[in-house]
Each structure stands twice: as C-alpha cells, then as structure tokens.
C-alpha cells in the first residue's frame, strides 16, 4: 500500500512544533517578518525532518510525493512550506508533476524573502531551466504589483547560472528579467537583482559589463555597487 501522505504530513507538523525554538522564532519575525507562524527552527532542524521524510518517501511515486508536499505547503507554517520546497528540489520527479498554474499556486502567499528564495531557487528556477514553463511566465511576474513576485522572477534566473545547482549559464534570459526590472526601486527586489547579476557574473562577466555600462544611472546605487565589486574582485563586498 504505501505511506499514506496525510499521516506522513500530519507527523511532520507534529515534528516541526516539537522542534521549535522561542529565542530564534523572535529573532525570525524580525529578520524576514511574515504572516506565515514561524516556530524558529534552524536549517539544520528542518533538514533533519526532510531527512526522514526522504527515507520514507524512498520508492514511492512522485504523486504521492506531490501530495505530501501540498500538505507541508499549506500547514501555514513558514518551515513547513520550506521543507515542502526543499523536497521537491530533492524529489524532482514530482516537482515536474506541478502545472503552469499549480506552480504557480506552490508559490503563492510567499510573502517574506527566506519563502520566495526557496520557491526561486529550488522550484520555479529549475522549472523554467527545464522548459516546465515558458519564459512569458517568468516574465509575467516582472510586472505584478506584488513585489514578491517581481523578487522571484530575478531568484529564478540564478538556476540558470549556478553551477552547484544544476546551471550552465543563460545571459540572455537572465538579462531579459533584469531589464525588466532595473529600474524597480523595492529594496527587496534591488537585491534580487544584484543576486542575478553576481550569479551570471561567473559564466558570462562581459554581459554583466555590457549591461552595467547600458543602465549604469538607472539602477538602484546597492546593485552598481555590489555588481562592480564582484566584477572587480570576485566577492560580493570589498
């Protein structure tokens, strides 16, 4: 028969609430302030949960996998949502399962950066390498109001380009959100789009230079200044 997802996901809540940690919750609600509950557990903590969730879920179908991870995604808990993009990023098969618009649901209601880095990173960016949706859908993000879509446009280009992630390197696509978004003054977003551009830095430093010199005054002063100083020495600060 299998697991039964539901059990597996109501065990996880459990799991979660017995790990959590009052000092670093109020230390989170400060650092990345969410309407999501935070129970304040360490990266480690919720990887050790994903860890058993991962050697329960060894040989079953990626739709039961999918299942488990919309019950994670949907417990309204900041760490569970995480752990349910964390084990997508490591069950690929059932993250290739989500629609256009189920990702796009997957998403929805990340409203603090830790939320939108994840979904980029391990979800909507390997999508989008892997042709899971098209560059319209990307693109449609740049122009919402809602500035944790426009974030996640940028994060979702560094897929693309990071190596440790599976990238091989994209300038184009890449460059098309952030020209999209050059001008976006949302502090949130300006450091997304420094991230992009520090990313694509290591496979193609001769586009970021050509787009530096193209939007030099426009762009927010953080991004010239974090972008020129990984040009100039390979790091993010001096």
């Known amino acids: 028969m299998g697991i039964d997802p539901r059990s597996l996901g109501a065990w996880s809540e459990r799991e979660l609430r017995s790990l959590e940690n009052p000092e670093r919750r109020r230390a989170a609600e400060g ?5 999501m509950e935070i129970l304040g557990l360490s990266a480690a903590k919720m990887r050790g949960v994903l860890g058993v969730l991962l050697k329960d879920l060894k040989g079953e179908s990626p739709e039961k996998v999918l299942e488990l991870a919309w019950i994670l995604r949907n417990t309204g808990i900041h760490e569970g949502r995480q752990v349910a993009y964390e084990l997508l990023d490591r069950r690929a098969d059932a993250r290739r399962l989500l629609s256009t618009r189920e990702l796009r649901r997957m998403g929805q209601g990340n409203d603090n950066w ?5 979904f980029g990173g391990y979800i909507s960016g390997p999508a989008w390498r892997e042709a899971q949706i098209s560059d319209g859908q990307v693109l449609s993000w740049t122009r919402l109001r809602d500035l944790w879509w426009r974030r996640t446009a940028l994060v979702s280009t560094v897929p693309l380009n990071m190596r440790s992630r599976g990238g091989t390197g994209d300038p184009e696509r ?10 976006d003054t949302e502090p ?3 450091k997304a789009l ?5 990313a694509l830095v290591a496979v193609d430093r001769e ?3 050509g787009f530096l010199e193209v939007w030099d ?3 927010p002063s953080l991004v010239r200044r974090e972008v020129r ?6 790091r993010k600060n001096r």
């Not at 830790?114 to 994840?118: E, H, R």
């Not at 890449?174 to 001008?183: D, P, S, V």
């Not at 100083?229 to 390979?234: A, H, I, R, V």
């Open 31 to 35: 650092y990345f302030p969410t309407t």
């Open 114 to 118: 830790a939320s939108v880095d994840t």
């Open 174 to 183: 890449t460059l098309m959100i952030c020209r999209e978004l050059a001008r």
């Open 188 to 190: 949130m977003v300006a």
């Open 194 to 198: 420094s991230w992009a551009l520090r």
């Open 207 to 209: 586009a970021v230079q």
């Open 217 to 219: 005054e426009g762009l």
């Open 229 to 234: 100083t990984k040009l100039e020495t390979g």
